[in-house]
């Protein structure tokens, strides 16, 4: 070196330490501009810089100062470039270089640019670095066992060499890296294989032992660094007997495992992992043919023929290992057609979701959101559905598979070449990033560091860090948006007439995929497609354009027809509304709501085909409005009506909409089941409210009264007063009236009791809108009784003929309608009946207890189970609102913190006054919430009331996914309420039954 490198050039080389590397150019002499070229375009010019010094001072030590590394260097660019860029990628190899100093001298092949090294010479290069004679029938290590493990590591390091520098400096192809660390895996499992036959000794012939490799080494695919997946076959050689050579084998199979993945002074080579046999880690670590086939044919689940899809054998006895492939393969490609090959899909989904740590989620490059995983996965997924009937697309290969499968027109050309770049892109970063420490790694960092030598080893010299994070989350969108399309698009493009130049699936074809997707009825699924996109209008575009997602949303729910069918039902309705399709479009969470409540809620599906603008909810906040802004809204509304008749039918438009609106909170978990109870019973308060006042107005015109003769007021009873309604729930009410002074008494009875009724009539009358059933059954004398008593006949009555019952009933009286002051009054009324200071007696307790085993005996539905009867079962809902209020009538009278309508509070009450146990009230509550919880999620999914977990394997799924449960882990959701309602049954046994 002349002169020393100006600060600029150092810059613009890419060094970080100037000084240092100032210092370290100045000892390159002869070779400085050779180097300082290949430095300007390594990964790291200050750690390739450092390295090559301390790889000098090492290789002039082995030698004497008879090899002069920087003169060859001077003589030799393309040597210097591939050293010089292994160096700045792999910090790794560089500490091998120096350990091995004569090991950079394979770097020197000229042919290096343009050969990729046979299978069969890295197979023979592993075996000798045992001692072993690749020629034999069953290669054997002669050199010491310790021996040969090391040379088999240092054999290993000096072959990646030559295929790391093809990847580094000569921009050797993904593909054929992978297929290149691939065989020299398989040729470390043959020698392998050898010092383990040396182990074993003589008794190692009787056994014959074969090595399937499985995953990406079985795809010829590998990482730089990656679990090896194996599994091992054996047979027992001629004469010996099966339990002789099934120990051997094991033997051999162990030993296998430890040579590559045991520690030794030479490091480690990577682990052989087994888990993919069958039975896993708990199954036998060999078997034979039969073994394998009777546990495939009986036993084995859907992600174990999606793992055999890559199975072939790479070691061993190779005649048995391809009898076995031969064996596997007529099952791989029919495992679409097994039951439960769509949940075990979805599964395997959620597998990989749930296999990410938290803390990684956001830079995981092979499990994460638009990961490898995803690319893999689909492509999969497709060779499994029409690799049946199609042997052309059945490469174990993904990119080979993609290939394929475009050209085949199972994927669009667009899309594939697009899907073929990403995933080229995101496997060449995961090569660089194990790359540097030779370490198992898929999280890519975030230190601004490692970025730039990242950033630099993929090819971007300008801002690296910063480039590299833009384009790989550039290439995680496009992975995550056509994994969606992957398997929709070419659906539509079979029903859709879409011109263009790709092949397209067959309406055949289409059946398949759609029915592998979990559609129970493909052709009408066909059929809704196509309604949905035929034509060239705008709304036909955007659905285009919508559905490869919205498809996905739906093959994810539990039925995935019905919200296909109401998707196209509210679109035929809403296609030409300008809002209605741009919303869904550029809103994708209004998008991914739609799809989940039309698959998953009749209930609300029925509501949102009644009225479609329920769609705009959606979007909103989901919070229920306050009774306040309800009751305001409803009486506005009706009293702008001309009619009673036409009142109520607006404020029923209200109700649906904030029913909607409650019941899709519930099911995106922004309201919670006490919160939704709240809701629906303020929703009813402003219901009955507006529907009151509306009568009222009318009856009083209609008679010819200036004014109303009776002030009214409507008590609300049972769950309704206890602020516990559920979606199917009726509204239990008691009608009270006050004669105005002035009035006559008679008229103004006759008047309350028309009012009352047209309450009743008008909101139960068949709509558009839900009903909503008023039922007085609960006033004295039943249905005998009067419909609606003055304040007077109340006291009069409950002074002489009230029964046990009535009192019981009246603690979850709540006057919340109508007139305050006779609200007040009627309050007044009756707490000295529900909360007597002495409390209920001994018979009164008895009393209770016999009703109690009497509505047990005579309510609980023919055939229904009691043990999953959410009202009546045992520790359901009725055991724990008993238990609550005889605590009540035992002691409100002398508690006041007792006298609530509201369950809940009450127990929160029992136990601030030392009436309860703590950890027994936290029983009963968890009980009574997970029984409301799943009583209203079964009336979502059902689309009407129901008491009881549901039978058909649908519902349940979707009530398993309502209450955040996998769809396929239904067991575990009747499992966690049976323990809870049988723990909650318990301490009712002690509490309320003594």
Same mark, same amino acid.
């Given at each position: 070196?002349?002169?020393?490198?100006?600060?600029?050039?150092?810059?613009?080389?890419?060094?970080?330490?100037?000084?240092?590397?100032?210092?370290?150019? @100045?000892?390159?002499?002869?070779?400085?501009?050779?180097?300082?070229?290949?430095?300007?375009?390594?990964?790291?010019?200050?750690?390739?810089?450092?390295?090559?010094?301390?790889?000098?001072?090492?290789?002039? @030590?082995?030698?004497?100062?008879?090899?002069?590394?920087?003169?060859?260097?001077?003589?030799?660019?393309?040597?210097?470039?591939?050293?010089?860029?292994?160096?700045?990628?792999?910090?790794?190899?560089?500490?091998?270089?120096?350990?091995?100093?004569?090991?950079?001298?394979?770097?020197?092949?000229?042919?290096?640019?343009?050969?990729?090294?046979?299978?069969?010479? &890295?197979?023979?290069?592993?075996?000798?670095?045992?001692?072993?004679?690749?020629?034999?029938?069953?290669?054997?290590?002669?050199?010491?066992?310790?021996?040969?493990?090391?040379?088999?590591?240092?054999?290993?390091?000096?072959?990646?060499?030559?295929?790391?520098?093809?990847?580094?400096?000569?921009?050797?192809?993904?593909?054929?890296?992978?297929?290149?660390?691939?065989?020299?895996?398989?040729?470390?499992?043959?020698?392998?294989?050898?010092?383990?036959?040396?182990?074993?000794?003589?008794?190692?012939?009787?056994?014959?032992?074969?090595? %399937?490799?499985?995953? /990406?080494?079985?795809?010829?695919?590998?990482?730089?660094?990656?679990?090896?997946?194996?599994?091992?076959?054996?047979?027992?050689?001629?004469?010996?007997?099966?339990?002789?050579?099934?120990?051997?084998?094991?033997?051999?199979?162990?030993?296998?495992?430890?040579?590559?993945?045991?520690?030794?002074?030479?490091?480690?080579?990577?682990?052989?992992?087994?888990?993919?046999?069958?039975?896993?880690?708990?199954?036998?670590?060999?078997?034979?043919?039969?073994?394998?086939?009777?546990?495939?044919?009986?036993?084995? /689940?859907?992600?174990?023929?999606?793992?055999?899809?890559?199975?072939?054998?790479?070691?061993?006895?190779?005649?048995?290992?391809?009898?076995?492939?031969?064996?596997?393969?007529?099952?791989?490609?029919?495992?679409?057609?097994?039951?439960?090959?769509?949940?075990?899909?979805?599964?395997?989904?959620?597998?990989?979701?749930?296999?990410?740590?938290?803390?990684?989620?956001?830079?995981?490059?092979?499990?994460?959101?638009?990961?490898?995983?995803?690319?893999? !996965?689909?492509?999969?997924?497709?060779?499994?559905?029409?690799?049946?009937?199609?042997?052309?697309?059945?490469?174990?290969?993904?990119?080979?598979?993609?290939?394929?499968?475009?050209?085949?027109?199972?994927?669009?050309?667009?899309?594939?070449?697009?899907?073929?770049?990403?995933?080229?892109?995101?496997?060449?970063?995961?090569?660089?990033?194990?790359?540097?420490?030779?370490?198992?790694?898929?999280?890519?960092?975030?230190?601004?560091?490692?970025?730039?030598? &990242?950033?630099?080893?993929?090819?971007? !010299?300008?801002?690296?860090?910063?480039?590299?994070?833009?384009?790989?989350?550039?290439?995680?969108?496009?992975?995550?948006?056509?994994?969606?399309?992957?398997?929709?698009?070419?659906?539509?493009?079979?029903?859709?007439? %879409?011109?263009?130049?790709?092949?397209?699936?067959?309406? @055949?074809?289409?059946?398949?995929?759609?029915?592998?997707?979990?559609?129970?009825?493909?052709?009408?699924?066909?059929?809704?497609?196509?309604?949905?996109?035929?034509?060239?209008?705008?709304?036909?575009?955007?659905?285009?354009?919508?559905?490869?997602?919205?498809?996905?949303?739906?093959?994810?729910?539990?039925?995935?027809?019905?919200?296909?069918?109401?998707?196209?039902? %509210?679109?035929?309705?809403?296609?030409?509304?300008?809002?209605?399709?741009?919303?869904?479009?550029?809103?994708?969470?209004?998008?991914?709501?739609?799809?989940?409540?039309?698959?998953?809620?009749?209930?609300?599906?029925?509501?949102?085909?009644?009225?479609?603008?329920?769609?705009?909810?959606?979007?909103?906040?989901?919070?229920?409005?306050?009774?306040?802004?309800?009751? *305001?809204?409803?009486?506005?509304?009706?009293?702008?009506?001309?009619?009673?008749?036409?009142?109520?039918?607006?404020?029923?438009?209200?109700?649906?909409?904030?029913?909607?609106?409650?019941?899709?909170?519930?099911?995106?978990?922004?309201?919670?089941?006490?919160?939704?109870?709240?809701?629906?019973?303020?929703?009813?308060?402003?219901?009955?409210?507006?529907?009151?006042?509306?009568?009222?107005?009318?009856?009083?015109?209609?008679?010819?009264?200036?004014?109303?003769?009776?002030?009214? @007021?409507?008590?609300?009873?049972?769950?309704?007063?206890?602020?516990?309604?559920?979606?199917?729930?009726?509204?239990?009410?008691? !009608?009270?009236?006050?004669?105005?002074?002035?009035?006559?008494?008679?008229?103004? *009875?006759? !008047?309350?009791?028309?009012?009352?009724?047209?309450?009743?009539?008008?909101?139960?009358?068949?709509?558009?809108?839900?009903?909503?059933?008023?039922?007085?059954?609960?006033?004295?004398?039943?249905?005998?009784?009067?419909?609606?008593?003055?304040?007077?006949?109340?006291?009069?009555?409950?002074?002489?003929?009230?029964?046990?019952?009535?009192?019981?009933?009246?603690?979850?009286?709540?006057?919340?309608?109508?007139?305050?002051?006779?609200?007040?009054?009627?309050?007044?009324?009756?707490?000295?009946?529900?909360?007597?200071?002495?409390?209920?007696?001994?018979?009164?307790?008895?009393?209770?207890?016999?009703? /109690?085993?009497?509505?047990?005996?005579?309510?609980?539905?023919?055939?229904?189970?009691?043990?999953?009867?959410?009202?009546?079962?045992?520790?359901?809902? *009725?055991?724990?609102?008993?238990?609550?209020?005889?605590?009540?009538?035992?002691?409100?009278?002398?508690?006041?913190?007792?006298?609530?309508?509201?369950?809940?509070?009450?127990?929160?009450?029992?136990?601030?006054?030392?009436?309860?146990?703590?950890?027994?009230?936290?029983?009963?509550?968890?009980?009574?919430? &997970?029984?409301?919880?799943?009583?209203?999620?079964?009336?979502?999914?059902?689309? /009407?009331?129901?008491?009881?977990?549901?039978?058909?394997?649908?519902?349940?799924?979707?009530?398993?996914?309502?209450?955040?449960?996998?769809?396929?882990?239904?067991?575990?959701?009747?499992?966690?309420?049976?323990?809870?309602?049988?723990?909650?049954?318990?301490?009712?046994?002690?509490?309320?039954?003594?």
């Amino acid at each position: 070196m002349s002169t020393p490198p100006s600060t600029t050039l150092l810059v613009r080389t890419g060094f970080e330490d100037l000084a240092a590397a100032r210092t370290g150019l @100045a000892e390159l002499g002869e070779a400085y501009e050779v180097v300082l070229e290949h430095l300007a375009k390594a990964a790291d010019p200050d750690l390739a810089l450092r390295t090559l010094l301390s790889l000098r001072d090492a290789v002039e @030590a082995a030698t004497d100062g008879r090899t002069q590394l920087l003169a060859a260097l001077a003589a030799d660019d393309a040597t210097a470039c591939r050293l010089v860029h292994v160096l700045g990628a792999s910090q790794a190899l560089g500490e091998h270089l120096v350990r091995h100093p004569d090991h950079w001298q394979v770097l020197q092949d000229d042919s290096l640019p343009c050969t990729r090294s046979a299978a069969w010479r &890295l197979r023979e290069q592993l075996l000798q670095s045992v001692g072993a004679d690749p020629d034999s029938d069953a290669p054997t290590a002669t050199l010491p066992d310790a021996e040969a493990v090391d040379n088999l590591r240092v054999a290993y390091r000096r072959l990646l060499l030559p295929l790391v520098a093809r990847d580094l400096a000569h921009g050797q192809q993904l593909d054929d890296t992978a297929a290149e660390i691939s065989d020299l895996a398989t040729g470390t499992l043959e020698a392998a294989l050898a010092v383990a036959r040396a182990r074993v000794g003589e008794q190692s012939a009787r056994a014959r032992l074969a090595v %399937i490799a499985m995953g /990406k080494c079985g795809a010829h695919e590998l990482n730089y660094v990656s679990d090896v997946d194996v599994i091992f076959v054996h047979e027992a050689a001629d004469g010996v007997e099966e339990h002789d050579a099934t120990r051997v084998a094991t033997q051999l199979a162990a030993h296998l495992m430890q040579v590559c993945s045991e520690h030794t002074r030479e490091g480690t080579i990577w682990p052989v992992d087994a888990g993919l046999r069958p039975e896993g880690n708990q199954g036998p670590l060999v078997r034979t043919v039969a073994s394998h086939r009777g546990y495939y044919e009986r036993w084995a /689940k859907t992600w174990e023929f999606q793992a055999l899809l890559k199975a072939r054998p790479v070691a061993g006895d190779v005649e048995l290992g391809e009898r076995f492939c031969e064996m596997v393969a007529p099952m791989v490609w029919s495992v679409a057609e097994r039951d439960g090959f769509v949940p075990d899909v979805q599964a395997m989904r959620r597998r990989v979701l749930e296999h990410i740590p938290s803390k990684e989620a956001q830079r995981q490059l092979k499990l994460g959101a638009g990961g490898l995983r995803d690319v893999e !996965f689909a492509v999969q997924l497709l060779q499994l559905v029409h690799g049946r009937a199609d042997e052309t697309v059945r490469a174990p290969t993904t990119l080979s598979g993609l290939f394929q499968l475009t050209r085949g027109g199972y994927v669009g050309r667009a899309d594939g070449e697009a899907l073929h770049e990403a995933y080229t892109f995101l496997r060449s970063l995961e090569h660089r990033i194990q790359l540097f420490q030779l370490r198992r790694t898929h999280v890519v960092p975030a230190d601004e560091a490692a970025l730039r030598r &990242l950033g630099r080893s993929m090819g971007f !010299f300008r801002n690296p860090a910063t480039t590299l994070e833009e384009e790989w989350q550039r290439r995680r969108r496009l992975v995550r948006r056509l994994h969606e399309k992957l398997f929709y698009r070419p659906l539509l493009e079979a029903v859709a007439r %879409i011109p263009g130049p790709d092949a397209r699936l067959t309406l @055949a074809q289409a059946e398949e995929r759609l029915k592998a997707l979990g559609y129970g009825d493909p052709r009408a699924a066909l059929r809704h497609l196509e309604a949905l996109t035929s034509g060239v209008s705008r709304s036909a575009n955007i659905q285009r354009t919508l559905l490869p997602v919205m498809l996905e949303w739906f093959a994810d729910s539990p039925d995935p027809d019905a919200g296909l069918f109401g998707f196209r039902r %509210i679109s035929e309705t809403l296609g030409d509304t300008p809002w209605y399709l741009r919303q869904l479009r550029d809103e994708g969470q209004v998008a991914e709501r739609l799809a989940r409540v039309l698959s998953t809620s009749r209930f609300v599906s029925g509501l949102l085909e009644r009225e479609p603008q329920g769609v705009k909810i959606l979007g909103e906040d989901l919070t229920p409005l306050s009774k306040e802004a309800l009751t *305001s809204e409803t009486v506005a509304t009706a009293l702008r009506q001309a009619s009673a008749v036409d009142a109520v039918r607006a404020v029923r438009g209200i109700r649906r909409r904030e029913l909607f609106r409650i019941a899709v909170g519930e099911i995106f978990g922004e309201t919670d089941v006490e919160e939704a109870g709240r809701a629906l019973t303020s929703m009813t308060d402003a219901t009955l409210e507006a529907t009151l006042q509306a009568v009222m107005r009318d009856q009083a015109a209609s008679r010819g009264f200036d004014a109303p003769p009776a002030r009214m @007021a409507i008590v609300a009873m049972g769950r309704y007063g206890g602020f516990e309604l559920s979606y199917a729930s009726d509204a239990d009410v008691m !009608f009270v009236h006050e004669v105005v002074e002035g009035a006559d008494a008679h008229e103004a *009875s006759q !008047f309350a009791a028309a009012v009352a009724n047209d309450v009743r009539t008008l909101l139960a009358t068949p709509g558009t809108d839900p009903a909503l059933e008023v039922d007085a059954d609960l006033r004295p004398e039943g249905r005998q009784g009067a419909l609606t008593r003055s304040l007077d006949s109340y006291a009069a009555y409950y002074a002489k003929w009230s029964a046990l019952w009535e009192a019981q009933a009246l603690l979850r009286a709540d006057a919340v309608i109508g007139d305050p002051g006779l609200r007040e009054r009627f309050t007044a009324l009756i707490d000295p009946l529900r909360y007597p200071a002495e409390g209920a007696s001994d018979d009164d307790v008895v009393e209770v207890r016999r009703i /109690k085993a009497r509505v047990d005996t005579e309510r609980l539905p023919r055939g229904a189970d009691p043990h999953t009867h959410f009202k009546l079962g045992r520790g359901g809902l *009725s055991d724990i609102e008993w238990t609550v209020q005889l605590l009540q009538m035992q002691w409100a009278g002398r508690v006041p913190a007792l006298r609530t309508p509201v369950t809940l509070p009450a127990l929160d009450a029992a136990v601030e006054a030392d009436l309860i146990d703590p950890d027994d009230a936290h029983v009963l509550r968890e009980a009574w919430r &997970l029984a409301s919880r799943m009583r209203n999620a079964a009336t979502l999914v059902r689309g /009407k009331g129901t008491d009881s977990l549901p039978k058909d394997p649908k519902e349940r799924a979707a009530l398993a996914s309502l209450l955040g449960y996998d769809l396929d882990d239904t067991d575990r959701m009747v499992n966690d309420y049976l323990r809870t309602t049988r723990r909650a049954h318990a301490v009712v046994d002690r509490i309320f039954w003594g």
